[in-house]
């Protein structure tokens, strides 16, 4: 690796080195709330945009561009794998992704197809080639996949014949909590189909010119600590042990502060935490030898540049009591679509401007 990515805040931060100023991204940052996005995603379904490479890596380079962020995140989705896994997947215009083969009853996970290579997704191994090569090192890029058990939640359907299985339908995660209870084996053998599947995927990202990879559990907010323990820790575990040595993991898992411990200790370098408890408070739970990301609640996006700039403040001034090095600022979720675009620029002088 090159040492202008080696010296960048982003790398020294996230190996819990000292850095000048503490680095910035936004998780989603490239978006629907962005102008120039909304432009090209009028030409483009979002399917295609993901499996162009050469726009998907321009949508990217737009957004940091614009923002001044100090990490870029390729331009892909969490679901994208769930394709050559035998998941059908669709993403209509208006209400969220949808699995068209979702497993509906036990024996369903035996037909679910482990990925062989990276290469069934060549078009996002090319999204981080182009993406690295348009950075020309200016920041590190991040790779990407969504954790074992926030992709169950989107596979295990229904158990309803021909019932809608609109991921929006499901907010409770009634399905994949009862199928996790009811069916230990069928649980642990699609567990692991996703671990071998999602390790291929990362460390091809890696190989393609990923400098550092991120871990998208979204939905484990929804578990007990008990249920995280037994259900999800040991293939969260599995997953992240089996990533290329040497790069950084960011281990992102909101919803539930009371998961931190076990969040830490499933591994990672960083660990991602949003709003729902204090930056400080949350550190003391994850521990020292962590580096820490987030924790802006995404909605003070909608306010104005003096509240934006008090909440900053707010959070860094809690962190560094705890720590000088290690922090990387993020909200705590991803950007919501009504963020006025100045806004977003404005927290991320806010935090450059930090003293
Ligand atoms: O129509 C559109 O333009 C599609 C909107 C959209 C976008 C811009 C989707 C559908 N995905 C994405 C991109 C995306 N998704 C990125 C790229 C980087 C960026 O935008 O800056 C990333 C990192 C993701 C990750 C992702 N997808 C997550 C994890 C992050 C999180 O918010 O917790 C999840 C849960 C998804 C699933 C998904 N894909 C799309 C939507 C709207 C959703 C989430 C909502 C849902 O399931 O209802």
Same mark, same amino acid.
């Given at each position: 690796?090159?040492?202008?990515?080696?010296?960048s805040?982003?790398?020294?931060?996230?190996?819990?080195?000292?850095?000048?100023?503490?680095? #910035?991204? /936004?998780?989603?940052?490239?978006?629907?709330?962005?102008? %120039?996005?909304?432009?090209?995603?009028?030409?483009?379904?979002?399917?295609?945009?993901?499996? &162009?490479?050469?726009?998907?890596?321009?949508?990217?380079?737009?957004?940091?561009?614009?923002?001044?962020?100090?990490?870029? *995140?390729?331009?892909?989705?969490?679901?994208?794998?769930?394709?050559?896994?035998?998941?059908?997947?669709?993403?209509?215009?208006?209400?969220?992704?949808?699995?068209?083969?979702?497993?509906?009853?036990?024996?369903?996970?035996?037909? #679910?197809?482990? +990925?062989?290579?990276?290469?069934? +997704?060549?078009?996002?191994?090319?999204?981080?080639?182009?993406?690295? %090569?348009?950075?020309?090192?200016? !920041?590190?890029?991040?790779? @990407?996949?969504?954790?074992? @058990?926030?992709?169950a939640?989107? #596979?295990?359907?229904?158990?309803?014949?021909?019932?809608?299985?609109?991921?929006?339908?499901?907010?409770?995660f009634?399905?994949?909590?009862?199928? !996790?209870?009811?069916?230990?084996?069928?649980?642990?053998?699609?567990?692991?189909?996703?671990?071998?599947? &999602?390790?291929?995927?990362?460390?091809?990202?890696?190989?393609?010119?990923?400098?550092i990879?991120?871990?998208?559990?979204? =939905?484990?907010?929804? /578990?007990?600590?008990?249920?995280?323990?037994?259900?999800?820790?040991?293939?969260?575990?599995l +997953?992240?042990?089996q990533?290329?040595?040497? #790069?950084?993991?960011? $281990?992102?898992?909101?919803?539930n502060? !009371?998961?931190?411990?076990?969040?830490?200790?499933?591994?990672?370098?960083?660990?991602?935490v949003?709003?729902?408890?204090?930056?400080?408070?949350? =550190?003391?739970?994850?521990?020292?030898?962590?580096?820490?990301?987030?924790?802006?609640?995404?909605?003070?996006?909608?306010?104005?540049?003096? &509240?934006?700039?008090?909440?900053?403040?707010?959070? *860094?001034?809690?962190?560094?009591?705890?720590?000088?090095?290690?922090f990387?600022?993020?909200?705590?979720?991803?950007?919501?679509?009504?963020?006025?675009?100045?806004?977003?620029?404005?927290?991320?002088?806010?935090? $450059?401007?930090?003293?």
């Amino acid at each position: 690796m090159s040492h202008i990515i080696d010296d960048s805040p982003m790398m020294r931060a996230v190996r819990l080195q000292h850095s000048d100023r503490i680095p #910035v991204w /936004l998780m989603r940052q490239a978006g629907r709330y962005m102008q %120039e996005y909304r432009e090209v995603r009028s030409k483009f379904t979002f399917t295609e945009l993901c499996k &162009t490479p050469s726009i998907a890596a321009e949508v990217m380079l737009t957004a940091v561009e614009r923002l001044g962020v100090d990490a870029a *995140i390729i331009f892909s989705d969490i679901l994208l794998i769930l394709e050559p896994m035998g998941f059908g997947v669709v993403f209509p215009d208006e209400g969220g992704p949808l699995v068209t083969k979702p497993i509906r009853n036990p024996r369903d996970v035996d037909n #679910v197809i482990e +990925l062989e290579s990276e290469n069934q +997704l060549q078009y996002v191994m090319d999204t981080v080639r182009y993406t690295r %090569e348009g950075l020309n090192n200016r !920041m590190p890029l991040i790779g @990407f996949a969504g954790a074992p @058990f926030t992709l169950a939640t989107y #596979v295990i359907g229904d158990p309803k014949p021909n019932s809608n299985h609109r991921f929006a339908n499901n907010r409770n995660f009634q399905h994949v909590k009862a199928f !996790m209870h009811l069916y230990p084996s069928e649980w642990a053998n699609l567990m692991s189909k996703l671990v071998t599947s &999602t390790a291929k995927y990362l460390n091809g990202q890696i190989a393609a010119g990923a400098q550092i990879v991120q871990l998208f559990d979204s =939905w484990a907010g929804c /578990l007990s600590v008990e249920d995280y323990a037994e259900f999800v820790q040991p293939y969260s575990k599995l +997953l992240i042990d089996q990533i290329s040595v040497g #790069v950084p993991v960011i $281990h992102f898992a909101p919803g539930n502060p !009371m998961l931190l411990p076990n969040i830490a200790a499933t591994g990672g370098s960083a660990i991602g935490v949003d709003w729902r408890i204090a930056i400080d408070k949350a =550190w003391d739970l994850i521990g020292s030898n962590y580096a820490i990301q987030g924790n802006l609640d995404p909605a003070i996006l909608l306010t104005d540049r003096n &509240t934006i700039r008090k909440n900053v403040q707010k959070i *860094i001034n809690l962190a560094k009591q705890k720590q000088n090095n290690g922090f990387i600022f993020n909200l705590g979720h991803g950007i919501l679509p009504q963020t006025p675009t100045e806004n977003a620029i404005s927290l991320v002088e806010a935090v $450059h401007e930090f003293e």
